[in-house]
């Protein structure tokens, strides 16, 4: 469709779907956000199991080991990841912003088409607000998935902490 603000001459013969798509907009917002919550449900799940290993292991060690080494390179490499898991995780919850049509732009630009050119305009603006979200969503999987191979590798260090303490 190209930018809605040049003024072409673009008509309801030439795009006669655009009812139809207008009609996906609000639901193409609403899918983006429930994948957006998905995301940061998990980040913020995959936080507090990262605390709970990291808080149990040292508990457990102590409780089955007499004398644990708390200075030990694996485990200062466990804590190590932890922090990182942490970090990525609280970074990537606070990184990017969702975009949405602004009710402001549409009151100061919009309010002068017709019907017709104003679900043009919102069709062309939801579809580059989800290629924006859409990316942000992506972006926060990948730290996710970051997050959880870091999380595996915690284990590891923590497993190979207790076996050279036995």
């Known amino acids: 469709m190209g930018d809605p603000n040049e003024q072409t001459e673009a008509s309801e013969v030439t795009w006669p779907g655009v009812h139809v798509a207008y009609d996906l907009v609000p639901l193409s917002y609403a899918w983006i956000l ?8 998990r980040i913020q799940t995959l936080q507090a199991f990262a605390a709970s290993v990291t808080l149990a292991a040292p508990i457990l060690a102590a409780s089955v080991i007499k004398d644990v080494d708390f200075r030990s390179p694996w485990f200062i490499l466990a804590l190590f990841v932890f922090i ?3 970090v990525v995780g609280a970074a990537a919850r606070v990184s990017g912003s969702v975009k949405l049509i602004s009710p402001q732009v549409l009151y100061d630009q919009w309010l002068h088409y017709s019907e017709w050119e104003f679900k043009k305009n919102a069709v062309y603006w ?13 972006n926060k999987g990948w730290a996710a998935l970051g997050m959880t191979a870091l999380l595996l590798i915690e284990v590891g260090l923590l497993l190979a902490w207790v076996v050279t303490q036995v």
Not at 130 to 136: E, K, P, T, V
């Open 126 to 138: 939801a579809g580059q607000h989800f290629d924006a979200n859409r990316s942000l969503v992506n």
């Open 34 to 41: 429930q994948r957006l919550d998905a995301v940061d449900s």
């Open 84 to 86: 990182t898991v942490v």
